[in-house]
């Protein structure tokens, strides 16, 4: 509101003052307001990109892992001779289950 719209009673100079102080006041929490949304939404997202980064390691870690057993897996069969299992079953098995097969079959060919 213009200090100039005010009623002619009401423009004394302390309260031009008062009325200038409480627009910039209004003005600057508008402001903060603004910078606190869009501080607290880079916030969050660094925190998404992070976990998301972090999250993604661990699946190709993951997936590094699931894809060296089968690779040992399949190695150990051609070795002793056996059969391949498809790999519509070995990739159904966990991961700690291949490293199981991995492991005993790993000691049948140090037998033979």
């Not at 006041?25 to 998301?52: P, S, V």
């Not at 190709?60 to 060296?68: A, K, S």
Request: proline share 5%; aromatic share 4%.
């Amino acid at each position: 509101m213009n200090p100039g719209s005010l009623p002619p009673a009401l423009r004394q100079p302390w309260i031009v003052k008062a009325h200038e102080e409480q627009e910039m006041l209004t003005q600057n929490e508008i402001e903060r307001e603004r910078y606190d949304a869009r501080f607290k939404a880079l916030c969050d997202h660094a925190t998404y990109m992070k976990e998301a980064g972090t999250e993604g390691r661990d699946e190709g870690l993951d997936q590094g892992i699931r894809r060296g057993k089968l690779d040992v897996i399949r190695a150990l069969e051609r070795l002793l001779r056996r059969p391949q299992t498809s790999a519509e079953v070995l990739n159904r098995l966990p991961l700690d289950d291949l490293s199981k097969l991995a492991a005993d079959m790993g000691e049948l060919a140090n037998q033979g």
